[in-house]
């Protein structure tokens, strides 16, 4: 099955700087990959995703690279704000495994005034 | 206002008790899943449902059970043999295989052991 490692599990920032978390894939026929925030007791929350067709996608100040021939796959988050502190979590599945996503491990953002 | 709805938010019980957490949802999605979130280890698939009657393990899956009998509903049983059930638990649902894979999650069961 598919495994995926997300890194760095921590990582702090001060605000205005730029944050990139990191994340590998196992499974080859994986085809959408996307990523989570969770803020500190409230559910998880899609806050972008990329499929296989696509190198890169940005939203405002949001951006996900994808590389397919390495497995690999980055979110980016610039000019950070307090409001960005959360735990992101990454995730790949395979379309014709009907959406059963397999998540990374989680890192958490903290965002320093 | 439509949603997904799980219930306990916090749960209490002793060991070899089993306990049932409710998960549901009027998004009128196909597809309903559940996940156990723990310190570190990210979000791991313990069941999931693709349409009423039907439901296939995760990862996860060994100590739990699940129903789908209504299309709305996707109880989680944690049955005595889990054993560290003491976990955070995530419900979520999708629109299907043909959507866009989007996950929708519940605010989540906290379940403590004694």
């Known amino acids: 099955g598919e495994n995926v490692e997300q890194h760095p599990s921590t990582l702090s920032v001060q605000e205005g700087d730029s944050a990139v978390i990191k994340c590998t894939y196992s499974d080859s026929a994986s085809n959408y990959f996307p990523w989570y925030k969770q803020e500190l007791g409230k559910r998880p929350q899609l806050i972008i995703d990329i499929r296989s067709n696509v190198g890169e996608k940005k939203d405002q100040r949001i951006a996900v690279t994808l590389n397919k021939t390495a497995k690999h796959f980055s979110l980016h988050i610039t000019e950070t704000q307090p409001e960005d502190s959360a735990v992101y979590f990454c995730?790949?599945?395979?379309?014709?495994?009907?959406?059963?996503?397999?998540f990374g491990g989680g890192t958490r953002v903290l965002v320093k005034p | 206002d439509g949603g997904i709805t799980q219930s306990p938010k916090y749960l209490f019980r002793k060991e070899g008790q089993n306990v049932t957490l409710s998960c549901e949802q009027n998004?009128?999605?196909?597809?309903m899943y559940w996940y156990r979130q723990d310190p570190g280890q990210g979000l791991r698939l313990i069941y999931y449902?693709?349409?009423?009657?039907?439901?296939q393990k995760g990862d996860i899956a060994e100590g739990y059970s699940v129903s789908r009998e209504k299309k709305e509903s996707f109880p989680l049983t944690v049955t005595s043999a889990q054993k560290n059930p003491t976990a955070f638990y995530l419900c979520?649902?999708?629109?299907?295989?043909?959507?866009?894979?989007?996950?929708?999650f519940g605010e989540g069961s906290r379940l403590t052991v004694l």
């Open positions: 979520a649902s999708s629109p299907g295989t043909s959507n866009t894979g989007e996950l929708f």
């Open positions: 449902s693709q349409i009423v009657n039907d439901f």
């Open positions: 995730a790949a599945s395979d379309r014709a495994a009907g959406n059963k996503l397999t």
């Open positions: 998004l009128n999605h196909d597809a």
